[in-house]
């Protein structure tokens, strides 16, 4: 009995530090990775899909300085003290503020015209929406606002497959997904998040 509770309290010692590296350190590093491998010319429009406080937003505006990144989220509460001014807080410390804009929306049905944007992103969000159709409508707004011959790139934990098939089934080229690797988990290996990537036709 003992055994089993002292081994017991190492996996979650080591889910609660993979959970800490994953969100402090690791998503920074692999979103790097991301988005040079996305090869930006620094002029395009970029939206980022559930942007949160902006991680992935402001690395990305960072590599526009003469394009603008939108960020959309809803804004509710939660571990990371989630809100539109802590975004717009984090984007004047890194020194992005003139070039990125957030907007409350559900990425359900996005403000935004047909083919308005060059790139999607896209961090841990659309499993946020609770239903398969959701996060299918989601997708399909994605595939809405990106212009022709712009790329999205989706990381989440669950129906990424999914997603990849059906921008095969559409006819979308350069469809990839891949592991994103330790960096990226969020309590271990059994929650391995994986990127979808794919340019539209």
Request: charged letters at 25%.
């Given at each position: ?41 620094g002029d395009e429009t970029a939206l ?154």
């Amino acid at each position: 009995m003992a055994a089993l509770a002292a081994g017991s309290s190492a996996l979650i010692s080591a889910t609660v530090v993979w959970y800490m590296y994953a969100t402090r350190t690791g998503k920074f590093v692999v979103w790097d990775g991301i988005l040079d491998d996305l090869r930006l010319r620094g002029d395009e429009t970029a939206l980022d899909l559930g942007c949160g406080r902006g991680a992935v937003l402001l690395a990305t505006a960072k590599r526009l300085p003469r394009g603008r990144a939108i960020g959309v989220d809803l804004w509710q509460a939660d571990q990371t003290d989630n809100s539109q001014q802590a975004t717009l807080r984090n984007a004047a410390l890194e020194n992005v503020a003139d070039r990125i804009e957030v907007r409350t929306a559900d990425m359900t049905d996005l403000p935004l015209p047909d083919d308005s944007v060059d790139v999607i992103v896209s961090n841990l969000a659309i499993h946020n929406i609770p239903s398969h159709g959701g996060r299918r409508r989601a997708l399909e707004e994605a595939i809405r606002v990106l212009r022709p011959g712009g790329r999205l790139a989706i990381a989440d934990l669950w129906e990424t497959r999914q997603h990849a098939d059906y921008l095969r089934e559409l006819g979308w080229r350069n469809v990839r997904r891949r592991n994103l690797g330790w960096r990226m988990w969020y309590g271990g290996p059994w929650f391995s998040t994986r990127l979808v990537t794919a340019t539209k036709p």
